[in-house]
Structure formats: C-alpha cells, structure tokens
C-alpha cells in the first residue's frame, strides 16, 4: 500500500500523543532538529515559488504565516544569495537596518534591479542543525522525521511531471495540520525542555497558535491532491493495494518501454489497452457506489474517452517497427491486466474499501494519461523516420508495391498508408488527460439513484 500525506499526518498526530505522555527530557539538539523541519515544510508549502496565484482563498494566509515564521535557525534552501527582506527574516533584524548596514559598507550585496542581494557568506555562521536520526527513540526526533519525511514526499511530487501540481486548498490544508502538530509540540517541549532552551519552543508555539487562526479550516486531502509514493514492491498482489502495486510497476515498465529509441508497436497498442481497462474498472466503481446527475455527465465522458483509445489502438493494426516488448513490460501489464479483472468481477465488501479503491484507480487513471501523453508523439516520429512497417497488402497501392504486395511483405509505412495516425494518438492524449481532470475526488457522498449499465472492455 502507498504512504500519501494523510498517512504521515496520521503517524505524526498519533507521534504527538505520544509526546503529550511522554516524561523524557528534550536536549537542544533534538528540538533544534524539529525545529528547523517545520520550517522547511511550511517554506515548501508557502514559500516563494511554492504559490502561483494568490487570489485563491487562504494563498496569502499561507504566504504570510511562511514568512513571519520566527528567526529560522536555518535558510529552506540552498540558494547563494537572499533579498534584503529575507536576510532581515534570517538574521532577526528589519528591512532597514539590513539596508543601513548595506549602506554603511558592513555588509557586502550587489545591487540589481530588484533591490540588493546579499550572499549567503555575509548572514553569518548558522547553527549546525541536523535532521533527526532514525536510531533516536525520543518522541520529538521521531516527530520530526515524520515531517521530514512528508516535506521528502511533497518535493518528489513536485518534481514528477506525471503528478499535478498541490493546489492552494492542498497546501493550505497540509500547513494547517502542520501548524496544529507544531503548536501541541513546543507546548509540551516547553516542560521537557532545559529552561534555558525554552526561549525558542515558547516563540514556535506563540507563533503556531498565531499562524493557525490566520488560516481556513483544512479540507480533506484527496486524490492527486493527497501526494503518495508508491507501495512497497513487496506488497501482497491482491486487494486493493495489489491493484496499486500493478499501476505502479506497468507505469514505470511503459515508460522504460517509450524511451527506448524505436519502441514496440505492441507497447504503444497496448498502452491504450491498459487505459480503457482502467477507465472501464473505475466505471464500474463508480455506478457501484450510485450514480447522480453531475456523476453520470463524467460517466458519459468515460466512455467517450474509452471509444478514443480504441480507435488509437486499431489505428495501429497490420503495422510494426520490428521490436518487441521486453520481459519487464509483458509480466507488468499482464499484472495489471488480472489485477484489473478481479476488481471488475468483485463487488467491494464495504463503502471504506469502495472508496480506497476508487482512490487508487483515480491515481491509476492519471497514471494512465500520463503514460498515453508519453506514447502519443511516438506516431509522427516513426512515420517521419523510416522505421515503421506495414503490410504491404494494406498499403496505398503504387506500381511497386504491387509487386512487394503478392510477395506478402512488410514495406515502409508513410504518411499515406496511415493518414489518421498521428491525430488519432493525440486525440485519445487529450480526451484522457481531460477525463482525469474531470473525475471527482471521492466516491463518498454521491448515492445511488439508479442502476446503470457499466462500461464494458
């Protein structure tokens, strides 16, 4: 099974009670650690770069509560240099006396047109923080290694093309539960704590009860919004999380396949296979779970979308590059493939694992446009390059192929022979990257009105 941000924000909450009974002492070091975590979490969340539109409710909230984060022990980043803004929020002193010491010359900084940027050199030494050990028991080095580890994931995320990016509502959510950890934990820091130490937990949870009443309610955390990393690959191939390990290994299987310089026709066919018994097992969850007006509009445009990736894989017959699909792929679709089958077979035995498993298929299915958006460019560069073959018997007919046609073999295929290829591909691309984009975030609420017919493969 996948560990996504609801998981880590689970194991931390259940962490933190932990915390709240615990009696060990909390050395500077470890609280240092915890720390200098939640900061980078909330920096990845709020920080610059990490918003692209701040007209979205809570963006500016969010941004906000990143940057009166109390002096960090550290910067988020690696950056070499840092505005004068962020060298006060550093250094714990104000915009103008970073510019008065600039000024002055007590400060080196090369002026842009954006204002001056100081180097890092010139902030001074920072404290050696260091991220918590897994060896390290304490409740708060754990704490704060669950966090890091949900910081780790949300920069993963961000950096797969194949996800989406975390929508404001997502991180405001994420940053709000944060801060609800983060407040519990320098309270209860502050009675485990030296006293001399306590200066900083006391600031953090002064800052945290602050920053939280700033922000909205935090929503539930669903689908692509929901960041996971993928199951361990020894998880059991049945159930629900079996059907996740397949989605996972066929996805990374498909796109080993597409890099490859010519790949298998067979691959690019099949990919569009794999994505109309996917969009098929979905439907069938989702008239399982009831079908309402707004439910059956997005059941339409499944089928529509499965009709497209059929025309994409019959536009591919009597034609070949020569290649054939590695071991790899073969054993990870046919996987998929029973994975899928079960599912459409067995009616899930209650709402909970109906809903986890139209969670997977979500993921599944935006999986699944990814990989497509991957094979779709594949036809105009091997019609264009030479290495695509086709029966000579369906080619368009000139003298020569003619005579190669009695012979029954395989000749260059061009742009002639397949007038639809390349439109073809990219029109089931964009029917199925829409289709994830329309599909709701949970099943749950939605009851059911009516016995609907489901899709069939």
């Excluded at 002193?93 to 010359?105: M, T």
């Excluded at 780790?152 to 961000?158: Q, V």
Aim: aromatic residues 4%.
């Amino acid at each position: 099974m996948s560990t996504s941000a609801s998981d880590l924000l689970n194991r931390a909450r259940h962490t933190l009670a932990q915390l709240e009974e615990s009696t060990s002492s909390i050395s500077r070091t470890q609280w240092e650690s915890f720390d200098q975590t939640v900061y980078r979490l909330l920096y990845n969340l709020g920080g610059p770069g990490a918003l692209t539109c701040f007209t979205e409710h809570g963006a500016a909230a969010l941004h906000r509560a990143v940057r009166d984060y109390p002096q960090p022990l550290q910067p988020a980043d690696g950056r070499p240099d840092f505005s004068t803004r962020e060298a006060a929020h550093l250094t714990g002193r104000s915009d103008a006396a970073i510019r008065e010491r600039i000024l002055s010359g007590q400060l080196l900084a090369a002026p842009t047109s954006n204002g001056y940027r100081i180097p890092r050199s010139e902030l001074g030494p920072s404290p050696d923080v260091r991220p918590a050990t897994s060896d390290d028991q304490h409740a708060i080095a754990r704490l704060a290694g669950t966090l890091g580890a949900l910081n780790d994931l949300l920069t993963i995320n961000r950096l797969d093309p194949s996800r989406p990016a975390l929508d404001v509502q997502a991180a405001v959510s994420l940053a709000a539960q944060v801060l609800a950890v983060t407040d519990r934990a320098a309270r209860r820091s502050l009675a485990l704590c030296d006293p001399e130490s306590a200066d900083r937990p006391l600031a953090i949870a002064r800052y945290a009860a602050k920053a939280l009443t700033t922000l909205p309610e935090p929503a539930p955390l669903l689908g692509m919004q929901n960041p996971a990393v993928p199951p361990a690959i020894d998880t059991p191939a049945v159930g629900p999380a079996g059907l996740e390990r397949a989605i996972h290994e066929w996805a990374r299987a498909a796109r080993n396949e597409l890099r490859d310089a010519v790949p298998s026709v067979e691959v690019l066919k099949d990919v569009n296979r794999q994505s109309i018994h996917m969009v098929a097992a979905l439907d069938s969850v989702l008239a399982a779970s009831g079908t309402t007006d707004d439910m059956q509009d997005v059941r339409d445009e499944i089928r529509a979308s499965a009709m497209k990736l059929q025309a994409a894989v019959d536009v591919w017959s009597h034609t070949s590059t020569g290649m054939h699909p590695s071991r790899t792929y073969v054993e990870a679709a046919r996987s998929l493939y029973t994975s899928l089958s079960r599912l459409t077979a067995t009616r899930q035995p209650d709402k909970a694992a109906e809903a986890f498993t139209y969670q997977v298929l979500l993921r599944g299915v935006n999986d699944a446009a990814w990989i497509t958006a991957l094979a779709a460019p594949w036809a105009p560069r091997l019609l264009d390059s030479g290495v695509l073959f086709i029966h000579s018997r369906h080619a368009k007919g000139t003298p020569d192929r003619l005579t190669q046609a009695l012979g029954g073999r395989m000749i260059e295929a061009n742009r002639h022979d397949l007038p639809d290829l390349p439109a073809t591909g990219w029109a089931a691309e964009r029917s199925m990257r829409h289709t994830a984009r329309r599909l709701p975030l949970s099943i749950e609420g939605h009851h059911p009105r009516s016995v609907v017919p489901t899709l069939t493969t």
